[in-house]
């Protein structure tokens, strides 16, 4: 059995966005586009794909099909991707407790299908620990294998974020906020711009085929394009993206046996691609084998990005016990725009709106006991295992910290102790406040989910869009809202 019939086996033997901003917040300005459809521009892959792809066969209504258990799985979204409900999976798997969260990787389930027309090819990408910023990274230098490489990105220079950095530093930088594994953005720059391999930069605006004004800088092109793969990633994750076009109008059902990592690059590429283009790269001949050829075959590690069971620690509100303080944001984006509606925002209170420096004693916390791995003006990361590692465990990240009294990196702080003040630093906001976000394993955690964000108590969910949403307690409902009024007062007891 060859590699890519391997690949197959796996998963054959088993198994966008408005941007709005209110005054609570968004995520610096590089960070700020998603991409329409009809934005490819002249970038060129292989003519042809050599390997024909695995297509599935029609399923009678409720029929039960094997399905193994992928990382990060739960019962809501494999009930969304296969057309049935939860209640009809826990029926035709008894040894499955109603309440539990990710399901073990591996596990063997049989799921009733209800069968829907294009789905679209089983052949799997990429593993999901080689998209996310995840432990699996640990050890890759960046800079060391760019240096290495006779491709332009090793000479390329670009102000960001108020530093001058080199290609390389501009991967890392767009890894580390956006958690995308830093390999896959460089087999991505590769793929479309011979990044690494071509001494001459292409004289062409847009390598990376997104068309948009001011938007035209390999940077930028970057940003759009790790902006649109975790927009991918988490709404297959969620459950949301069941289907899309690719630039031709040509609806695309991801195949329900999918992962995460490979409907993420199914999207991007349905974003400036269609036909044979998108085809050839979204198969064995595309970017996978671009992958391949500069960091080996990323199925050939088993590691478990996301384990079965998965539980949050015990995390308070961001800010002090006896303080109250206004639920200004409800699930929004960690970073970026759109997925993953992983963060929520807190306003202290203040006199007056708009960005005003917070009184001394309206600081926010530590929301656990952890170690500060990263501290700047892009964030604070809180890294709980205290391994030193923002990519392991479970991180808490925070963002528009000011600068003064901000926790410096390596601070070693206990739950309710102070990490900041909230501020408009960092991104963009109108008003004062702290924007808070999980992680696990580099993964951003979806605020509402199978593993809720739960604070002193106080569970987050969904509003009718992004910044909406409400915080349940007992018979006690918070409603998110930056009018900062009395049913978005929020404290650690009831309001």
């Given at each position: 059995m060859n590699k890519i019939e391997k690949k197959i086996h796996k998963i054959s033997t088993a198994f966008l966005t408005t941007v709005i901003f209110i005054t609570s917040c968004g995520t610096p300005s590089n960070a700020l586009v998603i991409p329409t459809s009809n934005q490819v521009d002249n970038v060129s892959l292989p003519a042809l794909a050599q390997t024909p792809l695995p297509t599935r066969t029609t399923f009678t209504p409720g029929e039960l099909v094997d399905y193994t258990a992928q990382s990060g799985d739960?019962?809501?979204?494999?009930?969304?991707?296969?057309?049935?409900?939860?209640?009809e999976i826990l029926q035709a798997n008894i040894q499955i407790p109603r309440d539990a969260t990710t399901m073990p990787p591996g596990m063997p389930m049989k799921i009733p299908i209800y069968y829907l027309a294009?789905?679209?090819?089983?052949?799997?990408?990429?593993?999901?620990?080689?998209?996310?910023?995840?432990?699996?990274?640990?050890?890759?230098?960046?800079?060391?294998?760019?240096?290495?490489?006779?491709?332009?990105?090793?000479?390329?220079?670009?102000?960001?974020?108020?530093?001058?950095?080199?290609?390389?530093?501009m991967v890392d930088y767009v890894a580390v906020n956006y958690s995308i594994n830093p390999r896959l953005l460089l087999a991505i720059l590769e793929h479309q711009s011979g990044a690494l391999s071509q001494p001459d930069i292409p004289t062409r605006k847009n390598i990376l085929g997104f068309t948009r004004r001011f938007w035209?800088?390999?940077?930028?092109?970057?940003?759009?394009?790790?902006?649109?793969?975790?927009n991918g990633y988490y709404s297959w994750r969620a459950g949301t993206l069941l289907e899309f076009?690719?630039?031709n109008n040509i609806l695309i059902r991801p195949d329900p046996w999918q992962n995460a990592a490979s409907v993420a690059l199914q999207y991007y590429y349905?974003?400036?691609?269609?036909?044979?283009?998108?085809?050839?790269?979204?198969?064995?001949?595309?970017?996978?084998?671009?992958?391949?050829?500069?960091?080996?075959?990323?199925?050939?590690?088993?590691?478990?990005?996301?384990?079965?069971?998965?539980?949050?620690?015990?995390?308070?509100?961001?800010?002090?016990?006896?303080?109250?303080w206004t639920y200004t944001g409800g699930p929004h984006t960690g970073w970026g725009t759109g997925e993953p509606l992983s963060a929520v925002d807190f306003a202290p209170p203040a006199e007056k709106s708009g960005c005003a420096t917070a009184a001394v004693e309206n600081f926010a916390t530590a929301m656990a006991d952890g170690l500060v791995v990263r501290s700047g003006i892009d964030g604070i990361a809180l890294d709980l295992d205290k391994d030193g590692d923002e990519r392991t465990g479970w991180v808490i990240?925070?963002?528009?910290?000011?600068?003064?009294?901000?926790?410096?990196?390596?601070?070693?702080?206990?739950?309710?102790?102070?990490?900041?003040?909230?501020?408009?630093?960092?991104?963009?906001?109108?008003?004062?406040?702290?924007?808070?976000?999980?992680?696990?394993?580099?993964?951003?955690?979806?605020?509402?989910?199978?593993?809720?964000?739960?604070?002193?108590?106080?569970?987050?969910?969904?509003?009718?869009?992004?910044?909406?949403?409400?915080?349940?307690?007992?018979?006690?409902?918070?409603?998110?809202?930056?009018?900062?009024?009395?049913?978005?007062?929020?404290?650690?007891?009831?309001?």
């Open positions: 739960t019962l809501p979204t494999l009930a969304l991707r296969f057309n049935t409900t939860v209640d294009l789905w679209a090819s089983p052949f799997q990408i990429l593993p999901d620990h080689a998209f996310v910023n995840s432990p699996t990274g640990i050890g890759f230098n960046t800079a060391a294998f760019v240096a290495a490489q006779p491709g332009w990105l090793k000479n390329y220079r670009v102000y960001v974020s108020g530093d001058w950095r080199s290609g390389a530093e035209e800088s390999p940077y930028l092109q970057l940003v759009v394009a790790a902006n649109t793969l975790n076009e690719d630039t349905s974003r400036i691609f269609a036909g044979n283009e998108y085809t050839v790269a979204t198969g064995p001949e595309g970017l996978i084998q671009t992958y391949e050829k500069f960091f080996g075959d990323p199925w050939n590690d088993s590691f478990v990005l996301i384990p079965g069971s998965l539980q949050q620690p015990v995390l308070s509100l961001p800010f002090p016990s006896d303080q109250v990240f925070y963002l528009h910290l000011a600068d003064e009294q901000r926790a410096p990196l390596g601070s070693d702080l206990e739950a309710g102790e102070l990490i900041g003040y909230p501020s408009c630093r960092g991104g963009h906001s109108t008003g004062t406040h702290v924007h808070i976000a999980r992680k696990y394993n580099g993964e951003w955690i979806v605020a509402d989910s199978a593993l809720p964000l739960t604070m002193s108590g106080w569970v987050a969910h969904n509003g009718s869009r992004d910044y909406l949403g409400t915080l349940t307690k007992g018979t006690s409902t918070v409603i998110a809202c930056d009018c900062s009024n009395a049913y978005s007062a929020v404290s650690a007891g009831y309001p």
